[in-house]
């Protein structure tokens, strides 16, 4: 049996769809299963040993560039490929009409979320199988409660991201326990204030754990040096690519993070991870740290905050630390 699941973007999402391949993997060993995704997510996808092949899709190149002839041809030759493959069922997680769209670029029989469940209905026509599941519920388990549907299983109470990173030398990580602090974010509503990361930064260095300010472009870089002239000693590393950010997180003490994918990726990781929320709420594609049911984080995965544009409620300092401080003992950070 070969399966392709499509999951394109972005990066939130693509971590919550990790668990489907675990179980998958679970109840049906003997399965291939292929992963279509968006270009510049293709590495997470690779760092989950159950997933066979790895499908790069350049949709977000095209969007980018729709006037590119040379756009046009990556993503011709894209489903050039796909079209080259046989599936004997492929699943489209992500409810999308772009996701709709690739996931029939192999003639396979697709399912999908029903026009009641998907985030865009008009995808559903698209489907040869449509599953509803609530839309009330965690994004993890509305994708892991349509693949069960879809093969025929219960999905197995604990989740399972099934990451493992390469054991690859980063010559610039602290050499001493350290916590990552994500500041950088897609919007600049989401972001939690400069002085609120350094007060909590100094709170940290005084506790005796190292800083990582990881960044993504030049604005966060500018960004993760400013906070880091407060926070002397404070590492601000090189352009990470996702592996070598799964690397370093894996390796973290703790992870705190405004709502940004690396803050997943982290979750994912299995490490203890604080979520920041200031215009966004965390319920429904908030951070997700193996709970058994859809009420909580999990035990290594904490949600504080969350607001709307009109009325933002970040968490402040204290609230932070405190969330912290389960995680600060010796066998957490030696």
């Known amino acids: 049996m070969r399966v392709l699941l499509v999951k394109l973007s972005s990066l939130g999402d693509v971590i919550h769809n990790l668990p489907v391949v675990s179980d998958l993997a679970r109840v049906r060993p003997d399965w291939v299963i292929d992963w279509a995704i968006e270009t510049p997510y293709a590495e997470i996808a690779t760092l989950h040993p159950a997933v066979g092949t790895v499908l790069p899709v350049p949709l977000r190149q095209l969007k980018k560039h729709w006037w590119s002839a040379a756009a046009w041809r990556d993503v011709r030759a894209s489903r050039a490929c796909l079209s080259g493959q046989h599936y004997d069922r492929i699943l489209d997680t992500q409810g999308l009409l772009k ?144 592996t070598d950010a799964a690397v370093a997180l894996a390796r973290a003490a703790v992870v705190i993070g405004v709502d940004t994918g690396l803050a997943h990726l982290a979750v994912a990781l299995g490490r203890p991870t604080i979520g920041l929320y200031v215009t966004t709420q965390p319920r429904l594609t908030g951070l997700f740290g193996g709970a058994q049911d859809d009420q909580s984080a999990g035990d290594h995965a904490v949600n504080l905050g969350g607001g709307s544009e009109s009325a933002p409620a970040p968490p402040d300092v204290d609230t932070v630390w405190g969330a912290l401080q389960p995680h600060l003992n010796p066998a957490s950070t030696g």
């Open 99 to 242: 996701s709709a769209w690739v996931s029939r670029w192999t003639g396979g029989p697709v399912t999908g979320f029903s026009a009641t469940s998907a985030r865009e209905p008009l995808a559903a026509r698209f489907y040869d199988q449509r599953v509803d599941v609530p839309r009330e519920l965690h994004a993890v388990t509305r994708n892991r409660l349509l693949a069960g549907q879809a093969f025929g299983y219960t999905p197995p109470a604990t989740v399972d991201y099934g990451l493992v990173p390469p054991a690859r030398p980063l010559p610039w990580l602290p050499a001493t326990p350290f916590v990552v602090l994500l500041h950088a974010t897609s919007r600049a509503n989401k972001t939690w204030p400069d002085s609120s990361w350094i007060k909590l930064g100094q709170r940290l260095q005084a506790s005796g754990l190292n800083i990582l300010l990881p960044w993504g472009n030049e604005l966060e870089h500018a960004t993760s040096r400013r906070i880091a002239q407060s926070l002397p000693g404070a590492t601000v590393p090189p352009r990470m690519t996702l």
